[in-house]
């Protein structure tokens, strides 16, 4: 059983920074490949980001690359979101993922995952 809690969001104006964190407990993160996700309203949810299990290899959303990093401390069992350049449009609630043994990551291949986190929410407005 692995726990997950989200945090770091809240409400910031267009062109701001956040950086939304994903806390382990339960289980080794290096277990897990991990993956961000986020639901607006009246929209699908959709993938964000990844991250392998060593933090090898990423991937991101076409609507975010260039503007979101992910990244992982496995020593902390925690993996970051650092959100910048941010548009009204990211606004929604952001969720950690987390899928047992699985090689690799890709936004497809995160879903589903094993565990979801309760997500937080980000607001990007003026």
């Known amino acids: 059983q692995l726990q997950l809690v989200e945090s770091g969001g809240g409400l910031v104006q267009p062109g701001g920074s956040l950086r939304l964190s994903c806390a382990a407990s339960?289980?080794?993160?290096?277990?897990?490949?991990i993956a961000w996700f986020r639901q607006a309203p009246g929209k699908e949810r959709e993938g964000v980001s990844c991250?392998?299990?060593?933090?090898?290899?990423?991937n991101y959303a076409d609507s975010v690359k260039g503007r979101f990093t992910i990244s992982r401390d496995n020593a902390k069992n925690t993996v970051y979101l650092q959100m910048n350049s941010l548009k009204p449009e990211d606004t929604a609630v952001y969720y950690c993922?987390?899928?047992?043994?699985?090689?690799?990551?890709?936004?497809?291949?995160?879903?589903?995952?094993?565990?979801w986190g309760q997500g937080t929410q980000v607001t990007v407005s003026s």
């Open positions: 993922a987390a899928a047992f043994l699985r090689p690799g990551c890709t936004i497809a291949t995160m879903y589903p995952p094993n565990y």
């Open positions: 339960g289980n080794t993160m290096d277990y897990y490949a």
């Open positions: 991250i392998s299990r060593s933090g090898g290899s990423t």
